[in-house]
Structures are given as C-alpha cells and as structure tokens.
Nanobody, 122 residues
Framework: QVQLVESGGGLVQSGGSLRLSCAAS????????MGWFRQAPGRERELVAT????????NYADSVKGRFTISRDNAKNTVYLQMNNLKPEDTAVYYC???????????????WGQGTLVTVSL
C-alpha cells in the first residue's frame, strides 16, 4: 500500500513564503511523475505544478510561474513545492499527487495525498 503524506501548510501573510513537502511511502519501485494541485472553496481542483521524476521536466500553472518552484528527491520519493510571494488568491487546500506508481505488487495510475491547507492573509 502506498501513501502520500503532505506537510508544510499553514498561515502566512501576503508576500510571504511556504514550503510544502510530500513523501510517498510503501514498497515503491518507480513513480512516473509527482505534482501539486489545489482547491479553493467553491472552486474545482486545479493543477499547480508537476515534475517528471526521471528527467526533472516541470510544468506550472500560469498563475504561479515565477513564484512557485517544484522539485523532487527521487531517492526519498519526495516532492517539494517552494511557494514565494504568496497572494491571498493562493489560499486553498493543496493536494499532492503521484502518477503511474509501481510497487513490488501493484500499479497505481494516480494517488492523492490528504491535502494541506495554505492560507494567505492580506
């Protein structure tokens, strides 16, 4: 069984920074990509950033380009999201995901973490 455990959310003032972490645990053989999505109240879940684990290629939502940086540590099956110059509109629950996870016994197309709340005040 694979679990994604997020950490690092919290309350920050506008212009501040936070760093989110997401660690995948279990008997993992490989993960194709990991990423972050977010969901604000009354809105649909949206992509924030993704990274392909084997080559480090990244993809960002236009709204976070230049402010957020996604990175990964393959040895730890962990992905990070460094968020700088945060704005009130970044307030949301942030979800980690992992795509095409292969373990010693199973293959998962997509897994989600439980979510971590980020609140940006004025």
């Amino acid at each position: 069984q694979v679990q994604l455990v997020e950490s690092g959310g919290g309350l920050v003032q506008s212009g501040g920074s936070l760093r989110l972490s997401c660690a995948a645990s279990g008997s993992i053989f490989s993960i194709n990509s990991m990423g972050w999505f977010r969901q604000a109240p009354g809105r649909e879940r949206e992509l924030v950033a993704t990274v392909i684990t084997f080559n480090g290629r990244t993809n960002y939502a236009d709204s976070v380009k230049g402010r957020f940086t996604i990175s990964r540590d393959n040895a730890k099956n962990t992905v990070y999201l460094q968020m700088n110059n945060l704005k009130p509109e970044d307030t949301a629950v942030y979800y980690c995901n992992a795509d095409e996870v292969i373990t010693t016994s199973q293959r998962y197309l997509r897994l989600w973490g439980q979510g971590t709340l980020v609140t940006v005040s004025l």
